[in-house]
Each structure stands twice: as C-alpha cells, then as structure tokens.
C-alpha cells in the first residue's frame, strides 16, 4: 500500500519541471510585471483555473463532460459571500435601513428579517466547510441519481446543463433571498481584515496561487494512482471494466464530486479578489466557457488547463478592451479551431512539437536521464487514448457513438 | 385564488391552457427540428436557437421587403416568408455539416462544443448585421386581435396561427420521416449505417439533407416565433435549454413522446406561472423535468432497442 503511494508520489524530471515552470509564472513572473490591478485580474483568471482542473479530472480523464460547473462555482462563491456580507452587515453599518442588521439587498426587498439559512454564514468555519461542502453535497446527489442509472456522456452534458440554467433563473428571480441579478455586491472585510486594498489584494493573490498549487498536487495526485488508471480504463472501455468487477458509478461520483469541490474552492476565492458574485458567473455560457478553458489548454493536461485558462482570459480581456466585435468571432474560431484541428489543447501541441525539441537538444548538449524516454514522457500521453482523439474509435466502435442518444446501458 | 368566483376560475384555467398551448405549439415547433437532428443522427447542435433566430430575422427581412415593395401582399407575407426561412435555415445547416459536423460523428461531446461555437459566431454575426436591440415584425392587421369565445375568454388570433403552423409542421415531418424515401434513409442509417450503405444509401447525403432539414425547421420556428415575441441576436440561447429537455425528456428517437413532452411542459408551465411568479414557475417546471429525468433517463416515450 505504501509502496504504491509512493510510487504514485514520485515526480518524473519533466514532472518537476513543469510544476517548477508554472510556479515560477504565477509566483515571480506575474506579481513582478503586473501592477496591482493587472495581478487581481490575472487572479480572478486563475480561480476559473481551479474548474478547468477539476474537468480536466472529470472530463479528460473520466470522460464526465459536466456542462454545470458554474453551478458549483457559483455556489461556492456565494458561500463564501454570504459570510463576507453579513459581516459587513452589522447594525452599525446599516443603520439607515428600516431592518438595520440584515444585509441590503433583502431590506430593498423587504425582508424584515435574516432567512434561516443565512444564520449559520456568521460563522467563518462554517462558511468555509460549505465553499467545500455544498457544491459536493450537490455533485453527489446528481452523481447518485444519474451514474447509478448509468446516464452518461451527452445526456449527463444536458442535465447538468439545465441545472446551471435552472440555478441561475432561481437566483435571479429570488431577489430577496440572494441579491439577484446584481449578486452579492459591496463586500468588504474578511474578520475586520479589508479586502479592499492593495496589499489585501496581493496577498490574496498569492493564497489563491497556493490554494491552485494544493489542488494541481492533489489533482496529479490523483491522476497517477490507480485510482486515476481506471478512471482512464473507463472512459475508453466503460463496460470491461465493469466486467473486471470494479464499481464504474462510485468512480465516477468520485470524480465529479472532485471536479466540484475544485470549483467550489475556485469561486470562494473568485468572491474573495474581486470582492462579488452574481448569477452572471453560475450561467449556461460561463459554464461552458470554463470547458474551453480546458480544451484550450488540453483535456488531458493539468498543468495545460492553468495555461490554456490565462491564455483564454488574457485573450478576451485584450480583445473586448480593443475590439469587442471580434472578441465572439475569436472565441467561436479558436473553439473550433481546438475541436477540430487540435483535440489536446496546447498540452497536446507541446508534447507533438516541443517536447521532441527539448529532448532533442538535450541529447545534443549530452545531457542523460534529464528527460525520460518518449514512452514514459508527459502525462497527457500516458492518459491519451490508445488512439490519438483525433483519429477516434474505428468502424464498430464508432457505430456504437453514432446511436449513442439513447440513454440505455450498452450491450 | 379563492377571491375568484367558479366561472371565472374556469375562465381563467381555459386562457392560462390557451396560453399554455400556444407556448407548447412554440416548443414543438423548437423541438421537432432537434429532435430529428438529436434523435435520429445523435448529433447535439447547441448553435439550434441560433437557426430558429435566422428563422426569425428572414421573417423580419422579409416583414420590410413586403412592407416597402409589395403592400398588396402584406397580408400573406407570414407564409411566404416560413417557407424562405425555412431554406435559408436549411442551407446554412447543410453548410455547418458539411464544414464541421461530418468531421466529429465520432466525437458527440465534441459536436456539442463545436455547435456552441457556431452558436457564438453566428450571434456576433447577427448582431454586427441587425444590431444588438431586439426588432419586431409588422403583424398583418388581420392577425392582430382575437376572437371572443365567450363573454370571458377570448383567443387571440396569431396564436392561432402559430398553432396552426405547428400543426402543419408537424405532419410534414410525420410524413417525411414515415413516408417519403428519405425518411426510410434515415431510419435506415440509424439501425445499421453500415448496412445501409452496402445497400446502396448514400449515407453522407443523407446526413447532411437530414441536418439541413432539422435546421430548416428550426427556421420555420423562428419565424412563428416572431409573431408573438421580438427577435434579439442572443434570443436563441434563451431556448436552447427548454429544447433539449423537451426532446431528452420526450424520449430522443420518439417523435409521438417530443409532442406529448412538449405538451406537459408547457401546461405545467403555464398553469404554474398563474399561482407563482414566471421564474419560480420556470425553475419549478424544469426542475421537475430534471428529476423525472434522473428516475427515468430513457424519457417517457422510449423506443425499444434490440441490442
């Protein structure tokens, strides 16, 4: 047992590497050349980098396609803004409203007192188990409902899609309860610490780059324990392994559940830099935004998602600053651009065109065992189809994904 | 509700079912065209809402090319105008396969994120053509109105025709998918493609005439759509959700179960948003559909498989 954690521990050279690049970018190249501003808004990117990591668990390696996780992004943010809101809500503070003590939104909606299931979110332990807590509670519940029944693939993509559409129509139409189209807005401080300033800001930056690095760790983690082999055996050949006796519906609320605690944590970070939520972030289109993220960046590549999200972000926020006509136009080419011509995403570009280089060079400049042999190389190859996406399943396979709407088991 | 009398609870249960038939009629409207793409080849096409907006927008086109040109036509200008946006739709559908779709049969995830991003460029497009604000068409004056059944309800008339447009449309596709040549294709490539093309299918036409055709539907949605709502380049999106459920909950290869699904969702729609406010009718409706769904994953119809 212990062997094999630690097996599962070890770090190729490569591995290191790449982790090491990444930590440099988000903890010394960032802070340096951005101003203060500039960083809070690449801090905001890398929060939906913690979703990206989670689908790529889901996606990538289960074969989970979640079209929701905003749901869980938004509820893990709205948790943790709940608690931020009622803190700034004291009596003190909202004393010209008719009901002082109660956050603004509701006494605009005349609400006279605070919802029931608003009272636990004074306590700031309690905010934080729910960041994590509520989005997997309702992960499970979805997991259990449908992978026991063994609903998957397209079918799992619309439900979860329909609960981000429903979510966000509660949200918006419970105006009282949740601040409603405009969110939970004018938060302040974090146990009388302000949120609001520079420093503040940093600081949190660098939490959130921590909090990227423990999930990124846990999530490779996962990847490289059996755990993560047959959740890769399963997307590809759902069926031998359930012959083989494992349970495929536990692996998979597993995973998802994972995919929506990364999430949660995503959004109450996200609530804490820019100092908001609204329902604009649980919606249909940010949900799927965030699976392009991933695709950008490569579906099978952890590291790849925290990339493929800045990349994405930086690109929107460049473009919409100086063109917004073609920031749509952009955003809807790349996607097919990814889809069509390059299914693993940048990961997928640096381990066809890059790495060989790498590996190249360093055989050139006589350096041995710095880069391992191209079979063991790079995690997107190990969990990579046996086939490259790109080319699919061949003939009866494909004849099977062809009639896959109906949602019955297969054969 | 116990503030009305008997009478008028009736009446007002009589126009809330009206009105949920009309939205019902909108919903098989919306939902054949993808339930011919989504049931028989499998395909999710999220850029669906976006072909029912062309739809729509041709309409619009066509409400001021009748309105400028030829006011003596005015009157009939609605029907014309479904029959173009039907194949304006169309071949913008056939074009869409033949450019990304036929490239991902093997990927239905991917289509799904391929389509959205059709989705994406063609809102952009729309609004670069048309402007972000939404338009409305001139309705024909005799579709304006409604006809007084009695004293208490009245049955407004392009409702009517909406109704009558989904009915139309929903028999030709009966009869399309049931009695014509392609049709029998269709289904053909759909129980076995291999052996539909050794019997000499041309399979790859027959895709594309049968994305084309489910667009095309689409149009002719959009087109109704105008006659009791305005058009806005991100309408589209607004429906995309209620389609699918629809389609998924109806059972995705039963046209019969499309109809009877569009059917209770909307009534429940309608007759809940009477007692609660539309979002919580909404919200509830859907969030209905959601659990039937998880208890039930095949939809109500479901067609039985030899597998």
Redesign the interface.
């Given at each position: 047992m212990l062997a094999r954690m630690t097996g599962a521990l070890r770090f190729s050279p490569a591995e290191i590497a790449g982790f090491a690049i990444l930590a440099a970018v988000v903890f010394l190249v960032l802070p340096l050349a951005l101003d203060t501003f500039r960083l809070n808004l690449a801090g905001k990117y890398l929060t939906y980098a913690f979703v990206a990591v989670g689908l790529v668990l889901c996606w990538g390696a289960g074969g989970i396609l979640s079209l929701g996780q905003g749901v869980f992004f938004g509820l893990g943010g709205y948790c943790m803004a709940m608690f931020l809101k009622l803190e700034a809500s004291t009596p003190a503070a909202t004393r010209i409203q008719s009901t002082p003590g109660i956050p603004d939104f509701m006494d605009w909606n005349q609400l006279t007192a605070l919802p029931w299931w608003w009272e636990p979110f004074h306590s700031l332990a309690f905010s934080l188990v729910a960041v994590v807590a509520v989005p997997v509670a309702l992960a499970w519940i979805i997991g259990l409902a449908m992978f026991r029944r063994r609903v998957g693939g397209v079918y799992f993509a619309i439900i979860t899609q329909s609960l981000a559409a429903i979510l966000t129509i509660l949200v918006i139409g419970q105006q009282g309860f949740t601040g409603g189209v405009n969110g939970i807005t004018d938060l302040r401080t974090l146990l009388g610490w302000d949120i609001r300033t520079d420093a503040a800001k940093e600081i949190l930056y660098f939490v959130n780059g921590a909090l990227l690095f423990a999930c990124l760790l846990l999530a490779r983690f996962i990847l490289k324990s059996k755990l993560g082999r047959v959740l890769v055996a399963m997307r590809d050949q759902e069926d031998r392994v359930r012959f083989s006796g494992y349970d495929v519906a536990q692996f998979k609320m597993f995973i998802f559940c994972a995919g929506a605690a990364f999430a949660g944590v995503g959004g109450a970070m996200f609530t804490l830099q820019v100092g908001f939520m609204s329902p604009t972030l649980v919606g249909i289109v940010p949900s799927i935004e965030m699976v392009i993220f991933c695709a950008v960046g490569g579906r099978l590549s952890i590291l790849g998602a925290v990339y493929g999200t800045l990349l994405v972000n930086w690109a929107k926020t460049t473009f919409s600053e100086s063109f917004p006509e073609l920031w749509l136009l952009g955003l809807g080419a790349l996607f097919i651009g990814v889809v069509m011509a390059f299914p693993n995403g940048l990961a997928g570009l640096y381990a066809d065109h890059v790495e060989p280089r790498i590996r190249a060079l360093l055989a050139w400049l006589g350096v041995r065992g710095a880069m391992p042999a191209p079979v063991a190389g790079g995690a997107a190859r190990e969990m990579a189809p046996a086939r490259s996406v790109a080319g699919g399943r061949q003939s009866g396979r494909s004849l099977q994904a062809r009639g896959g709407a109906s949602p019955e088991p297969g054969p | 509700m116990f503030a009305y009398s008997l009478s008028e609870l009736g009446a007002i249960l009589a126009m809330q079912g009206f009105a949920g038939l009309i939205l019902f009629s909108v919903f098989v409207l919306m939902a054949l065209g993808l339930a011919i793409i989504?049931?028989q080849?499998?395909v999710?096409n999220m850029a669906h809402g976006e072909f029912m907006i062309l739809g729509a927008y041709v309409t619009y086109l066509m409400s001021n090319l009748f309105g400028g040109f030829l006011p003596a036509l005015f009157g009939a200008y609605f029907f014309i105008s479904t029959v173009f946006a039907f194949f304006a739709s169309g071949a913008l559908g056939i074009f869409v396969e033949w450019a990304?779709i036929r490239?991902?049969?093997?990927?239905?995830?991917?289509t799904?994120?391929?389509t959205?991003?059709?989705?994406?460029?063609l809102?952009?497009?729309y609004?670069?053509v048309f402007g972000a604000r939404e338009v409305g068409v001139t309705i024909p004056d005799w579709m304006m109105g409604s006809l007084p059944v009695t004293d208490l309800i009245e049955v407004p008339i392009n409702g009517l025709c909406v109704m009558a447009l989904a009915l139309a449309v929903s028999l030709g596709v009966w009869l399309l998918l049931f009695r014509s040549t392609w049709g029998r294709q269709v289904r053909a490539i759909?129980q076995?493609?291999?052996m539909a093309a050794a019997v000499g299918i041309n399979t790859e036409w027959t895709d594309r005439l049968t994305f084309g055709i489910g667009c095309g539907v689409a149009g002719m949605a959009g087109s109704a759509f105008t006659m009791i709502g305005s058009t806005g380049p991100t309408a589209g999106?607004l429906y995309?959700?209620d389609t699918?459920?629809v389609v998924?909950f109806g059972g995705?290869?039963s046209l019969l179960g499309t109809v009877a699904s569009a059917l209770s969702i909307s009534q429940a729609q309608s007759i809940m948003e009477f007692f609660l406010?539309?979002?919580?009718a909404?919200?509830l409706t859907?969030?209905l559909?959601?659990t039937i769904?998880?208890?039930r994953?095949?939809?109500l119809f479901?067609?039985r498989?030899r597998?």
């Open positions: - | 989504f049931g080849m499998g999710i990304l490239h991902l049969y093997r990927r239905p995830l991917d799904l994120l391929a959205w991003a059709v989705s994406l460029i809102q952009q497009v609004r670069s759909k076995n493609r291999v999106q995309i959700v699918f459920l998924v995705a290869a406010s539309g979002s919580m909404k919200v859907l969030l559909v959601v769904l998880m208890l994953p095949q939809g479901a067609v498989l597998k």
